[in-house]
């Protein structure tokens, strides 16, 4: 139904088009939409069939005529990326079509979709030889497009979402210098290195106690869309060992579609209270195992942790809270003290800017300011102090809260759907390790 409905729309813009021609065209059009009729309704197939059935029709009383066809029926194609600062209207510019034609998509029905555009996006405009948008598809994803259609004055649109197929791939490593570079090796890309970096990041303090012959290994998505790989998904478990100690993660999505990691028992592995307050892959001397921290040295009677850093590097509040205080001294520099519930206080001195108020809520991992070497500092570097009932504590080697455990209602739900996948991990491990020993064997042979 919506093919004829397409084509008779395209018949009457050739009515107004070619009035001399009326008659031809009308008296073809009958014919047009029986033989159409009959054929499916698969968008490929109708722009490959569409011309046909036209061009013979009209052929046979009127040769002339043939000259509009097919060419007047393909689209001309522009395509545009949407970089930053870009808007409709911007992008429309640069394909050369009018404000006219950004409000009529825009004020569309289906002109929602269009409401907030990311850089990355791109946006095809399928122009006819009148000048008329006639399809526009917003490609938001290899896996996510809306296809616009003009029809009878206005537009409608379609969304069109692909399943990839998902593989499962597994990589592990020992750590040499760095999680970063161990991860390079084992051909990570860098976004699982960092979702590695958050899931164990709340138990493993990655800037001061990760050691060389630590290890990981993963089990996580490879993504593809028609034999073509479009990267990677999510870790689904993975296995942290720290100065001896083994941590495990496994991914759950619970019954209410939010996914989390836990650990085999049912434990989250979120905690109340970030273990570095900072982007851990920002931190100069987090990366390099042999660099130790110089400020945190020189300075006596010292009661937090620095954390050398680049200035501007976000520091996050470690966990909900109220910002107590938010100003200057000229020890301090820029300073930010955040009261979590009764107990727990956490302070952040040396500030570049502070990014909230006294008085204001904070959620955990909300950017509270940014580091600096305001104050009594040598250089840039976050200064961090961890209290527990007013006395300070090591904010590296305090005793946490501990996390929730998944809910009873969806404990038997979670051990279901996470055993296969801990078995498969320990299955990939099992198998590189007989590998490595056969290895060993027969190069000692
Ligand atoms: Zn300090």
Not at 201 to 226: A, K, M, N, P, Q
Not at 279 to 289: A, E, H, K, Y
Not at 312 to 337: E, L, Q, R
Request: with cysteine; proline share 4%.
């Amino acid at each position: 139904m919506i093919n004829l409905q397409k084509l008779s729309g395209f018949l009457l813009s050739i009515f107004r088009e070619f009035p001399r021609r009326h008659l031809i065209v009308s008296s073809a059009l009958a014919g047009c939409l029986l033989a159409l009729a009959t054929y499916p309704n698969n968008d490929t197939d109708f722009k490959r069939q569409i011309a046909e059935p036209i061009t013979l029709v009209i052929e046979e009383r009127a040769p002339e005529v043939v000259a509009l066809e097919p060419q007047e029926f393909e689209l001309h194609w522009k395509e545009q990326r949407v970089t930053s600062g870009d808007n409709l209207s911007t992008l429309f510019q640069r394909a050369k079509l009018s404000p006219i034609d950004v409000y009529k998509v825009s004020s569309s029905k289906a002109g929602r979709a269009l409401r907030n555009l990311y850089p990355g996006e791109t946006f095809r405009f399928g122009v006819d030889s009148d000048g008329l948008l006639a399809e526009l598809h917003y490609i938001k994803s290899p896996l996510e497009r809306h296809i616009f259609t003009y029809n009878n004055g206005s537009y409608s649109a379609e969304k069109k979402l692909l399943e990839p197929d998902v593989l499962i791939s597994y990589r592990e490593g020992v750590i040499k210098d760095s999680l970063y570079m161990a991860g390079k090796e084992a051909t990570l890309p860098d976004k699982l290195i960092m979702e590695l970096a958050n899931i164990f990041g709340w138990d493993i303090d990655f800037v001061f106690d990760i050691r060389r012959g630590d290890s990981f290994s993963l089990t996580y998505e490879d993504r593809y869309l028609e034999g073509e790989k479009l990267g990677a998904g999510n870790i689904i478990a993975a296995s942290f060992t720290n100065r001896g100690k083994t941590y495990q993660a496994v991914r759950y999505t619970n019954s209410k579609g939010r996914s989390n990691y836990y650990t085999p028992e049912g434990r989250s592995m979120r905690k109340a209270f970030l273990r570095t307050p900072l982007d851990i892959f920002r931190i100069s001397s987090g990366f390099n195992l042999r660099r130790k921290h110089p400020i945190h040295k020189k300075i006596k009677a010292h009661r937090g942790v620095d954390y050398a850093a680049p200035r501007g590097t976000p520091v996050y509040a470690a966990g909900d809270g109220k910002v107590i205080a938010s100003g200057y001294s000229k020890p301090n520099g820029n300073y930010v003290f955040v009261q979590h519930g009764q107990t727990y206080t956490t302070k952040y001195l040396h500030l570049n800017r502070k990014k909230v108020r006294k008085g204001q809520t904070v959620r955990q991992r909300q950017l509270i300011g940014t580091v600096g070497s305001t104050g009594y500092a040598t250089g840039p570097h976050l200064h961090y102090e961890f209290l527990v009932n007013g006395v300070h504590r090591n904010p590296r080697t305090v005793k946490l809260p501990q996390s929730r455990p998944i809910a009873q209602a969806e404990k038997v739900a979670f051990l279901k759907a996470t055993k296969s996948r801990l078995t498969q991990l320990a299955k990939y491990q099992q198998a590189t390790q007989l590998a490595s020993v056969q290895h060993n064997n027969s190069s000692a042979n």
